[in-house]
């Protein structure tokens, strides 16, 4: 029997809420770069369609911009029904988004945690995603990381002098991040407005630890078109992996 620090969240008790209301703008795309695709499917099917293989992964809320939600209920109307994804309205920035995901489920006493995850990270593992679940379901909060590879450099460019930053300690955040979605409600509460680049930032405002969980590297956030040639390198060895 596992021990209790290993046990993954109960089935259907964890919702995940993917941001795709951004303008990707750095991709260079007419059309929204979850659009793209990847293997013939579009990024964000394969983002939502990994969350949604996961037992303790009760609901996908896919949070989209106005812009964009009749291509999701028209051109892509079959793949949601696939998965079962809930389409929700968006705002200008990331944290809009959340906080409308979080809105949405609200009448819903089943889910405990939410899971947020970037709909241009297609390539998400179901052992980090298990083992992220495991230590949120310990400590409340906890994340997927990697260690920065290289040297770091502190310093201007073209401004003469630098200095190496020791990177023991230095993680490269990715997602999924999950939370007790009692606990992100609450630091959404106190948000104000203030900037904050994720939404384990705001947790860790309200004197809350997260847990840092190490991740695959290969967890690869879309934001250059030439992204996709590595992606698609990375889902091949995946799928080479699980065979």
């Known amino acids: 029997m596992p021990a209790p620090d290993q046990i993954i969240p109960a089935a259907g008790s964890i919702a995940a809420i993917l ?52 291509v999701f209920k028209n051109r892509y109307a079959a793949m949601v029904e696939q998965l079962g994804v809930e389409l929700v309205l968006g705002g200008s920035e990331r944290t809009d988004s959340v906080q409308a995901g979080l809105d949405h489920l609200t009448d819903d006493s089943l889910v405990e945690w939410v899971a947020i995850h ?3 990270r297609p390539l998400i593992r ?38 190496t930053v020791d990177r023991r300690e230095l993680w490269l955040a990715l997602t999924p991040q999950v939370f007790r979605i009692g606990l992100l409600r609450q630091a959404y509460q106190k948000h104000n407005g203030r900037p ?48």
Do not use: C
């Open 126 to 163: 179901p052992s980090d995603m298990a083992a992220v679940f495991v230590a949120a379901q310990r400590t409340g909060a906890a994340i997927l990381a990697t260690p920065v590879p290289g040297t770091v450099k502190r310093g201007r460019l073209g401004n003469g002098g630098s200095r």
């Open 118 to 120: 970037d709909a241009a």
């Open 196 to 243: 904050a680049t994720d939404d384990a930032q705001l947790v860790e405002r309200m004197g809350h630890e997260v847990t840092l969980v190490q991740g695959s590297a290969d967890n690869l956030k879309i934001t250059y078109p030439e992204d996709l040639s590595v992606a698609e390198a990375i889902l091949a060895t995946q799928l080479y992996q699980s065979k």
């Open 19 to 70: 941001p795709a209301a951004g303008s990707g703008q750095r991709f260079g795309a007419a059309s929204n770069k979850l659009f793209a695709e990847l293997a013939g499917k579009p990024l964000w099917f394969h983002a939502a369609s990994r969350l949604a293989g996961s037992k303790s992964v009760g609901r996908v809320v896919l949070v989209v911009s106005q812009a964009d939600e009749s």
